[in-house]
């Protein structure tokens, strides 16, 4: 009996995994408010972003705002919260990384976003050490 051929096999395999990596997403969360991002003159791209931590604020998707009305929402990973949730997730955030110190917290806010909003947050963020804060914008044409 002849052995079998397995010289295209490799061929096989690469072309699966090339498959594999052109239609998978990496997006971990589910945005579920929407917001604009505001326009800045000064940004500076972010290094490493395994070590950042988002919270999202602005008003519900327009599939979402039936149930939860018009007012800003903060969204932390896949959920809703409140300002007094935001600690638990810096916290819980804060143990899934290798060095803890490099912790950046990026604030994606809706340009029309209350400051209240956003000043309730920043002192959440300081009671929680996380110290290291981010604005989210895109370049001003």
């Known amino acids: 009996m002849p052995e079998l051929n397995t010289s295209s ?4 395999i690469f072309s699966i995994l090339f498959f594999f990596m052109m239609v998978t997403t990496m997006r971990e969360v589910t945005l579920k408010v929407k917001f604009t991002i505001p326009q800045g003159t000064e940004l500076e791209k972010l290094e490493h972003k395994s070590d ?7 008003p519900p998707t327009d599939a979402l ?9 903060i969204q932390l990973n ?13 916290a819980q955030e804060r143990q899934g990384m290798t060095d803890q110190t490099k ?3 990026s604030i994606k806010a809706d340009v029309n976003t209350q400051m209240g909003v956003i000043t309730d ?11 290291k804060l981010n604005y989210s914008a895109s370049q001003r044409n």
């Open 121 to 131: 947050i920043k002192e959440v963020l300081r009671k929680s050490y996380a110290l």
């Open 52 to 58: 950042v931590s988002f919270i999202y604020v602005g």
């Open 65 to 73: 705002r039936g149930q939860f009305g018009t007012g800003t929402r």
């Open 103 to 105: 912790q950046v917290v």
């Open 78 to 90: 896949d959920r809703y919260a409140d300002t007094r949730e935001v600690m638990d997730f810096i």
């Open 9 to 12: 096999l490799p061929d096989l």
